[in-house]
Protein backbone atom coordinates (compact mmCIF):
# COMPACT_ATOMS: atom_id res chain seq x y z
CA UNK A 1 0.00 0.00 0.00
CA UNK A 2 2.93 2.71 0.85
CA UNK A 3 4.50 1.98 -2.20
CA UNK A 4 1.22 2.50 -4.49
CA UNK A 5 0.71 5.72 -2.69
CA UNK A 6 4.26 6.78 -2.55
CA UNK A 7 4.38 6.20 -6.64
CA UNK A 8 1.09 8.36 -6.97
CA UNK A 9 2.90 11.21 -5.33
CA UNK A 10 5.97 10.70 -7.19
CA UNK A 11 3.83 11.06 -10.05
CA UNK A 12 1.87 14.08 -8.77
CA UNK A 13 5.48 15.56 -7.80
CA UNK A 14 7.14 14.62 -11.36
CA UNK A 15 3.98 16.88 -12.99
CA UNK A 16 4.25 19.53 -10.17
CA UNK A 17 7.70 20.07 -11.52
CA UNK A 18 6.23 20.87 -14.74
CA UNK A 19 3.61 23.30 -13.86
CA UNK A 20 5.10 25.04 -11.67
CA UNK A 21 8.96 24.74 -11.10
CA UNK A 22 10.05 25.75 -7.19
CA UNK A 23 12.23 28.17 -6.42
CA UNK A 24 15.74 28.82 -7.78
CA UNK A 25 17.54 28.16 -4.34
CA UNK A 26 15.87 24.66 -3.77
CA UNK A 27 15.99 21.12 -5.95
CA UNK A 28 13.13 19.51 -6.96
CA UNK A 29 11.65 16.96 -4.89
CA UNK A 30 12.71 14.00 -4.94
CA UNK A 31 10.88 10.50 -5.48
CA UNK A 32 12.91 9.97 -1.65
CA UNK A 33 12.32 13.20 -0.31
CA UNK A 34 8.31 12.72 -1.54
CA UNK A 35 8.41 9.26 0.24
CA UNK A 36 10.42 10.29 3.45
CA UNK A 37 7.59 13.09 4.04
CA UNK A 38 4.95 10.70 3.33
CA UNK A 39 6.13 8.39 5.70
CA UNK A 40 6.82 11.09 8.23
CA UNK A 41 4.13 13.43 7.47
CA UNK A 42 1.04 10.59 6.95
CA UNK A 43 2.21 6.93 8.65
CA UNK A 44 4.34 8.38 11.70
CA UNK A 45 3.38 11.75 12.31
CA UNK A 46 5.46 11.80 16.10
CA UNK A 47 6.70 15.59 15.98
CA UNK A 48 4.96 18.43 14.05
CA UNK A 49 4.39 18.93 10.32
CA UNK A 50 5.84 22.15 10.50
CA UNK A 51 8.81 20.85 11.76
CA UNK A 52 9.24 18.11 8.44
CA UNK A 53 8.31 20.55 6.32
CA UNK A 54 11.24 22.65 7.72
CA UNK A 55 13.90 20.20 7.45
CA UNK A 56 12.95 18.92 4.15
CA UNK A 57 13.22 22.42 3.15
CA UNK A 58 16.62 22.79 4.45
CA UNK A 59 18.11 19.81 3.35
CA UNK A 60 16.63 20.73 -0.49
CA UNK A 61 18.40 24.35 0.00
CA UNK A 62 21.54 22.45 1.38
CA UNK A 63 21.34 20.13 -1.75
CA UNK A 64 21.11 23.06 -4.07
CA UNK A 65 24.06 25.14 -3.12
CA UNK A 66 26.26 21.72 -2.87
CA UNK A 67 25.14 21.20 -6.40
CA UNK A 68 26.21 24.98 -7.39
CA UNK A 69 29.85 24.65 -5.61
CA UNK A 70 30.27 20.83 -7.36
CA UNK A 71 29.59 22.66 -10.65
CA UNK A 72 32.04 25.43 -10.47
Known amino acids: MVVLLTALLAIVGADE ?8 NLVPLSCNEIQRLFITLVIRPVRAAAHWRGWSTWRRRHQARSRTSHCQ
Open 17 to 24: HDLRPGPN
